[in-house]
C-alpha cells in the first residue's frame, strides 16, 4: 500500500482548463472580459436562468448581496456559528449586527427552531450555510423567511452541485451565494458568484463591484453608490469554466465517496467508536467535506497528529465563530451556543477530494480505526 501523503483536500485542474488559461494570458486582454460573460451565461443557465455575477470571492458575495438588501446600522442579522468566519464578518462590514442561533447536532446547520426564536423586531435578514453542502429544510427557510419578512443571503460557498427536491441549489430562493476558493467542490483559484432575483439586482450587484460606476449614454460614466474593486478576471473565469464542465462528474465522484466511507466504516462504527457520522443523504449533498465528530475521549489535536502518523490530513471546519476574541468583544460568551461549542472543538474533515480513489478511502478508514481503537 501506498504512503503518499493524503490532504484533506485538493484541486483537480485538466490539462484542457491550463491551456485555456495560456489562451487568455496571450490573449491581451487578461482582466473581466469575454470569460467572465460566458462563465456567468453557463451558471446562469444551470441556476434556472437566473442573472448570475462574478466576484473575486464568496465573501464579497455576501456583502454586496446585504447592500442590495439594502441591510445595514441597526438591523439583525442571523446566522450559525459553526462556518467560515466570513460569514459573519460579512455583516459586521455593512454596519449590522450578527445574531447567532445554535445547531442542530446531526445536520451541524443552523437549528430552524432556534433560529425562529431569535427572531426580533430588528431581524431584516438570515444567512444560513450549507456546512459539507447539505441543504436545510428548505421548505421550512422559506416559510419562516416569508412569514417574518426576511431577505435569505443563502452561505451555498459549499454547496455548488447540491439539490433540494430535485432542484439545483442556486435555481430557487432569494440572494444565494456561491465560493470558487481553491478547496471549493470547483474553483477559480479565488472567487465567487451571486443568483440574483433580477435584473435590477444584477445592475446593482454590478455596480457595487467596480466602485458604484454605472455608464450613463455613449461616453459618460456616473459614480452614485460607494463600491469596491471585486471584479473577477478571465484568467480566473477561464479555469471556472473548465471546472464547471466537470461539476456532474466530480458531485457524483463525491456522492461515490461518501457512500465507501460509510461501507468501509460499518453499521456499527459509531457504537465501537464513539465518533458521530454525518447524515447519510446521497441525494441533496454534493459532499463538500466528509465529517467526523470525535469522541469527547480523543482531543482534536492529537487526532490530527495521530493520523499524520498514517499519511492522512485533517482539516476542522469550524471553530465556532462567537468565540474568537473580536466577537467575544462584542459581548458573545462561551455557554452561549453548546451544541455549536461541542461540535466546533470535536469536527473534523477527513480526506475528499475529486482526484481521491475508494482505495484512498478504505486506507483513510483503516488510519481511523487504528486511531480511534
Ligand atoms: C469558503 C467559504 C466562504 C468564503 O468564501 P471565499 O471565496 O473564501 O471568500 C464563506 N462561507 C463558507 C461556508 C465557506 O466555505
Known amino acids: ?17 491550463i491551456a485555456s488559461v495560456g489562451e487568455v494570458l496571450r490573449s491581451g486582454w487578461i482582466t473581466s472580459g469575454p470569460k467572465v460573460a460566458e462563465f456567468e451565461k453557463q451558471l446562469s443557465a444551470y441556476f434556472g436562468g437566473r442573472p448570475v455575477r462574478t466576484f473575486n470571492s464568496g465573501t464579497c458575495t455576501m456583502e454586496i448581496a446585504l447592500r442590495i438588501a439594502g441591510i445595514g446600522e441597526g438591523d439583525e442579522v442571523i446566522t450559525t456559528p459553526i462556518s467560515w468566519v466570513a460569514t459573519s464578518n460579512v455583516i459586521l462590514e455593512v454596519g449590522a449586527t450578527p445574531v447567532f442561533a445554535d445547531i442542530d447536532p446531526v445536520t451541524r446547520n443552523i437549528d430552524l427552531d432556534k433560529l425562529e426564536a431569535a427572531i426580533t423586531p430588528r431581524t431584516r435578514a438570515i444567512i444560513p ?3 459539507a453542502g447539505k441543504p436545510l ?9 416569508a412569514k417574518h419578512k426576511l431577505r435569505v443571503v443563502e452561505d451555498a460557498a459549499q454547496a455548488l452541485g447540491s439539490s433540494w427536491k430535485g432542484k439545483p441549489i442556486g435555481s430557487f430562493g432569494d440572494f444565494v451565494s456561491f465560493s470558487f476558493q481553491a478547496n471549493k467542490n470547483i474553483t477559480t483559484s479565488e472567487g465567487g ?3 440574483l432575483n433580477n435584473e435590477a439586482e444584477a445592475v446593482i450587484a454590478e455596480k457595487y463591484r467596480l466602485q458604484g460606476v454605472s455608464r450613463s449614454g455613449w461616453d459618460g460614466i456616473d459614480v452614485d453608490v460607494l463600491g469596491g474593486k471585486y471584479n473577477m478576471t478571465d484568467i480566473a473565469a477561464a479555469i471556472g469554466l473548465g471546472q464547471f464542465a466537470h461539476l456532474q462528474d466530480i458531485t457524483a465522484h463525491r456522492r461515490k465517496l461518501a457512500k465507501r466511507y460509510f461501507d468501509t466504516l460499518g453499521k456499527d462504527f459509531e457504537s465501537r467508536t464513539g465518533a458521530i457520522l454525518p447524515p447519510a443523504d446521497f441525494t441533496d449533498t454534493n459532499w463538500h467535506l466528509f465529517q467526523l465528530e470525535l469522541p469527547a475521549r480523543m482531543s482534536r489535536p492529537e487526532f490530527m497528529a495521530r493520523m499524520k502518523e498514517h499519511d492522512v490530513g485533517v482539516g476542522f471546519h469550524y471553530a465556532p465563530i462567537h468565540l474568537f476574541s473580536m466577537y467575544k468583544a462584542l459581548g458573545f460568551r462561551e455557554g452561549m451556543f453548546p451544541i455549536s461549542e461541542r461540535i466546533g472543538k470535536q469536527i473534523v474533515s477527513l480526506p475528499m477530494f475529486y482526484s481521491l480513489t475508494e482505495d484512498d478511502v478504505v486506507r483513510v478508514c483503516a488510519a481511523l480505526e487504528k486511531v480511534l481503537a
Open 137 to 145: 429544510d428548505m421548505d421550512r427557510l422559506y416559510a419562516i423567511a
Open 1 to 17: 500500500m501506498s504512503n503518499t501523503f493524503l490532504p484533506f483536500s485538493k484541486p483537480t485542474i485538466d490539462e484542457v482548463t
Open 193 to 195: 458568484c451571486l443568483v
Open 129 to 131: 450555510v450549507y456546512l
